[in-house]
């Protein structure tokens, strides 16, 4: 799945070749349905995009561990397996808002405010 016919993800730097490398690598893959695969690979994109390192609050993202238990700010990611909640302020995100998220069709709250982030959603 690509919104620029696969440049990015090819280009060795950007956030989706990361992700895509970080998904490949993580041991649990083969078991996973494609809309997990879907969903880890939309939010290691964001994770990427946004300089998820320097986070102030980054634990358990990126690891193996099921995303629905991803630092969220105390709210609940997940409902039956899908992220219908990301909440994200003041955990000095910065960077630019990728359009990977759109990949996230139960996505239905967004709370990215009090960071440093540009583009649109």
């Given at each position: 799945v690509s919104f620029d016919?696969?440049?990015?993800?090819?280009?060795?730097?950007?956030?989706?070749?990361?992700?895509?490398?970080?998904l490949a690598n993580n041991t649990n893959l083969d078991s996973y349905l494609d809309a997990k695969k879907i969903q880890r690979?939309?939010?290691?994109?964001?994770?990427?995009?946004?300089?998820?390192?320097?986070?102030?609050?980054?634990?358990t993202w990126m690891s193996d561990d099921d995303e629905c238990g991803w630092h969220n700010n105390g709210a609940s990611l997940c409902t039956r397996g899908s992220v219908e909640t990301l909440s994200l302020w003041e955990n000095n995100l910065?960077?630019?808002?990728?359009?990977?998220?759109?990949?996230m069709s139960n996505l239905y709250t967004l709370y990215l405010s009090d960071n440093s982030l540009t583009g649109t959603i």
């Open positions: 016919n696969g440049t990015a993800i090819r280009t060795a730097s950007s956030p989706q070749n990361k992700a895509l490398i970080w690979y939309a939010l290691a994109t964001l994770f990427f995009s946004t300089s998820g390192t320097s986070w102030n609050d980054n634990s910065v960077g630019t808002i990728p359009n990977e998220l759109a990949l």
